[in-house]
């Protein structure tokens, strides 16, 4: 009987040291099993930063006296803000003491890596769509590490909304082609 039992406590540690091992420290699957993202990492390719944009700290001061009611930034002309203009502004998701982050609508500051936690505090169903693939680009392994794109990496995230394009004309037929 104690034989059985060490096997099988031999046995169970093995299943759990392969599984570990298969797992290759992705977070995505440690967060899949534990129903939690928010404090997991995923790998995603760095933020589409304009250039000349960013750091923001090159012109803004954390001791800069900050207007914090809505208004037009005269400055930053080349923005076009067109995400929920009525109900949002740039201090909604910008930091206004560290302009180099982002912050969640609780206070916690938040790397621009990272930038897809706080999309997805408005836009909860393609935040899921987005872990599970089916929303944005993902690569990597189905079953191992896996590397997304930013929401920024396709929408703007000031004008979010895809422009329409013109539709191309219908190809020609093979049969029509001479």
Known sequence: MKVW???LMIYGL???GAAVASN???PEDSARDSGSWDD????????????GVFPCSDCHSPDDEVDRTPHVVDFHD?????????????LDCHDAQNRDMLHLADGRLLPF??????CGQCHAQQLKQWKAGDHGRRTGSWSGRKQYLLCASCHDPHSPSFKPIEPLPAPIRQENIR
């Open 78 to 90: 080349t923005v076009h803000f067109e995400h929920d203009a009525e109900n949002r502004w740039c």
């Open 5 to 7: 039992k060490t096997s």
């Open 113 to 118: 890596e990272e930038s897809y936690k706080l």
């Open 40 to 51: 997991q990492l995923v790998a995603v390719s760095p933020p589409p930063f304009s250039e």
């Open 14 to 16: 093995a299943v759990l």
């Open 24 to 26: 290759n420290g992705a």
